[in-house]
């Protein structure tokens, strides 16, 4: 399982930082990623990060948001600077897990989204 933390309500040109651990008897997590889904958007990949700390972003978020993880503890981080109105949503985290039982298949889980709201 995916849970994720740390969302809240902030001003622009604030800053949060999201966290998100993954449980359970895992053998191990390929890529872990960060989503968001805006009411009446689609969902969208705001940044991703690879066991070996490749990242990617989306345009809208270079230079402003940070994906990190630490593979020990099982968790990427988000830290997100200079917010803006428009990056209000619900943010939900995606990793790739292949768990002790299945070996070596994994799947795609989701944690269960953590609101995040940028007032004016």
């Known amino acids: 399982q995916l849970q994720a933390s740390g969302g809240g309500l902030v001003q622009a040109g604030g800053s949060l930082r999201l966290s998100c651990t993954a449980s359970g008897s895992i053998f191990s997590i390929n890529g872990m990623n960060w989503y968001r889904q805006a009411p009446g958007k689609q969902r969208e990949l705001v940044a991703g990060i690879t066991p070996g700390d490749s990242t990617n972003y989306a345009d809208s978020v270079r230079g402003r948001f940070t994906v990190s993880r630490d593979n020990a503890k099982n968790t990427v981080y988000l830290q997100m600077n200079s917010l803006k109105p428009e990056d209000t949503a619900v943010y939900y985290c995606?990793?790739?897990?292949?768990?002790?039982?299945?070996?070596?298949?994994?799947?795609?889980?989701w944690g269960q989204g953590t609101q995040v709201t940028v007032s004016s």
């Open positions: 995606n990793a790739y897990i292949i768990p002790l039982s299945n070996i070596p298949r994994g799947s795609h889980y």
